[in-house]
């Protein structure tokens, strides 16, 4: 049996275990992952979204000015589905 594909992505569940978690802002992950910011903020943001992750928290820097950093509790581990 062929079974329909549709274009697109999903994440799928992991087997029925918690799966750690750690918090990190966007800047770091971006460092961690080696790809440029806005790359992780979108992966962060498309995570955000489906509900997968989440923003804990604002965190300002001591002397620095304008907007405090997002700060995201992110799973340490998920599963990508993807469709052609």
Known sequence: MVREMTEGFEILPLPEVEVPKYRTSAKEFAEKAGVDYAVAQGFIKYLVS?????EVEKRKVAGA????????E????LRLKLAA
């Not at 489906?50 to 989440?54: D, F, L, V």
């Not at 000015?65 to 995201?72: Q, V």
């Not at 992110?74 to 581990?77: A, I, N």
Request: charged share 25%; no cysteine.
């Open 50 to 54: 489906m509900g997968i992750a989440k």
């Open 65 to 72: 000015k304008g907007k405090p950093t997002n700060i995201y």
């Open 74 to 77: 992110l799973p340490t581990e």
